[in-house]
């Protein structure tokens, strides 16, 4: 099994960044398609960003795109989300997850197309 930590997180005014982490390990984390969900409160966790295991493929929601960049660094089991221009309804808290079926290069955006999870790391989004 492979094991999930986020961090990164905080508060920000609108219109500022954060970088994300999540950092894997127990297994090796090239052998997995990773993706970012966020959930607000009283929401449904939803699909920001997913990226291929090589990392040659990347998808995003409309909400992400133009403002956030998933990327991954294999060798040090480590994927990332960069988000610019943060606005308050960006306030979740953000998960990374893991997929390790074949859809390697296949967008997936539900919860339940990946099968392990981290513990989120807050982001807070003030106008």
């Known amino acids: 099994q492979v094991q999930l930590v986020e961090s990164g997180g905080g508060s920000v005014q609108a219109g500022g960044s954060l970088r994300l982490s999540c950092a894997a390990s127990?297994?090796?984390?090239?052998?997995?398609?990773m993706g970012w969900f966020r959930q607000a409160p009283g929401k449904e966790r939803e699909f920001v960003a997913r990226i291929s295991r090589s990392g040659g493929s990347t998808w995003y929601a409309d909400s992400a795109k133009g403002r956030s960049t998933i990327s991954r660094d294999n060798a040090a089991n480590t994927v990332y989300l960069q988000m610019n221009s943060l606005k308050p309804e960006d306030t979740a808290v953000y998960y990374c997850?893991?997929?390790?079926?074949?859809?390697?290069?296949?967008?997936?955006?539900?919860?339940?197309?990946?099968?392990?999870w981290g513990q989120g790391t807050q982001v807070t989004v003030s106008s």
């Open positions: 127990g297994r090796t984390l090239s052998n997995y398609a």
């Open positions: 997850a893991a997929d390790p079926t074949f859809f390697d290069t296949t967008m997936r955006t539900r919860t339940t197309q990946y099968d392990y």
